[in-house]
């Protein structure tokens, strides 16, 4: 069953789906990783592919930037197309000294101002959490892979140009935010609504407190310890 987003017939999508915000993040998974591969969708270059991993089934798909974008695949993907597990898989800029470029974090919880949930359901908290289940499977797979993992309270933001510098970033260190993206409360939300499941992992790709920036192919392309994670956990029993 289509939708005005996605031409993915019932079937096409696997249940678990890794989810990076650059379409073209998602072919290079599918090209790189997976085998027998299908694209099932292209609409509005949202690309989206199917194939296996050490043979089992595992999709990757794009959500573009921010909560409304991310909000409405993933919502899609949950009760059109009975996906049952999303792993964002997406970049970070760093808050703090401690996290270097190519870092690979967990979020534990993801806090926003953004208005995402209260308007969706009347949600009307600023911290939402990702499925336990899932990032215990994460974390497992990392150690597997014997790649670090810094597991913390991420800022998830509708702003991504904001205006009188930086100072902002001392409040939200303060309360336990070491980096920020701008899509995981939008998917913890989706999730925890539906009764489905959902994580997000990161690799920092810029610092905001070293101004440290990678290049957006190297975000496309270089990431790969982060994407060798979350195919693992897909595939975790």
């Known amino acids: 069953m289509a939708t005005a987003h996605n031409t ?11 989810m990076p915000g650059d379409p073209l993040r998602a072919k290079f998974i599918a090209e790189t990783f997976l085998e027998d591969v299908v694209q099932f969708n292209s609409v509005r270059n949202m690309f989206g592919f199917t194939g296996t991993y050490k043979g089992e ?3 990757v798909m794009g959500s573009g930037m921010g909560m409304p974008s991310i909000g409405i695949y ?6 059109v197309y009975d996906v049952e597990n999303i792993i964002r898989i997406g970049s970070a800029g760093a808050y703090v000294e401690d ?3 190519y870092d690979v974090v967990l979020a534990s919880a993801s806090y926003s101002e953004s208005s995402f949930a209260k308007t969706q359901s009347g949600y009307d908290k600023d911290i939402i959490y990702p499925s336990e289940k899932l990032n215990e499977k994460i974390k497992a797979a990392a150690k597997e892979l014997n790649i670090p993992l810094t597991e913390t309270l991420i800022h998830s933001s509708d702003i991504f140009y904001r205006e009188g510098g930086k100072g902002y970033i001392d409040g939200l260190v303060e309360k336990g935010c070491t980096c920020v993206e701008m899509e995981s409360f939008g998917l913890f939300h989706n999730a925890n609504v539906l009764g489905k499941n959902a994580a997000c992992l990161l690799t920092i790709s810029d610092s905001l407190v070293l101004n440290q920036v990678t290049t957006p192919e190297e975000r496309q392309t270089s990431f790969t ?13």
């Open 8 to 18: 993915a017939a019932k079937g096409d999508i696997a249940k678990t789906v890794l």
């Open 74 to 79: 993933s919502y899609e993907l949950y009760t």
């Open 99 to 101: 996290l270097a470029l």
């Open 225 to 237: 310890k982060m994407m060798e994670i979350a195919l693992n956990a897909a595939i975790a029993k």
């Open 57 to 59: 089934k595992v999709s």
